[in-house]
């Protein structure tokens, strides 16, 4: 058995004993190769397998080898959950840029408008004025 059969040989051991494994379990479930293991939240094993026409998610409590997807469910909710937030936040600093940006070129337009209206005169005074240092 190897990962390309989709079973999972799961060992167990600590530093504290000098890095000895233990056979702890064969996994199985997943129909093709396994393409990545990843241990989460509530010490959960996540593994996943992408085939010809089908990928999958699995969750296993690698201490009772039971398959929960419910706790896999719970966790992409959490993550969805946070990327909604991120992507709110993301949107409302783009709309305070957006908000920022029209009220820059409402006061060119005015500061334009304003420029055309000066006379000659105006002008050669604002030139010849001292600026506060």
Do not use: W
């Not at 996943?48 to 690698?62: H, K």
């Amino acid at each position: 058995m190897d990962a390309q059969d989709g079973v999972i040989l799961a060992s167990k051991g600590t530093c504290e004993s000098n890095l000895t494994f233990q056979f702890a379990a064969i996994l199985k479930g997943h129909t093709h190769g396994i393409t990545s293991l990843v241990v989460g939240g509530g010490n959960m094993l996540y593994s996943g397998t992408t085939g010809f026409l089908t990928s999958g998610i699995r969750a296993v409590d690698p201490e009772t080898s039971n398959c929960d997807q419910r706790k896999l469910l719970k966790e992409i909710q959490q993550m969805l959950n946070k990327a909604l937030e991120e992507v709110k936040d993301i949107s409302k600093t783009m709309k305070a840029l957006y908000e920022s940006n029209m009220a820059m070129k409402d006061e060119l337009s005015r500061l334009q408008k304003s420029l055309k209206n000066t006379t000659e005169e105006e002008l050669q005074s604002l030139g010849s004025m001292k600026l506060e240092e």
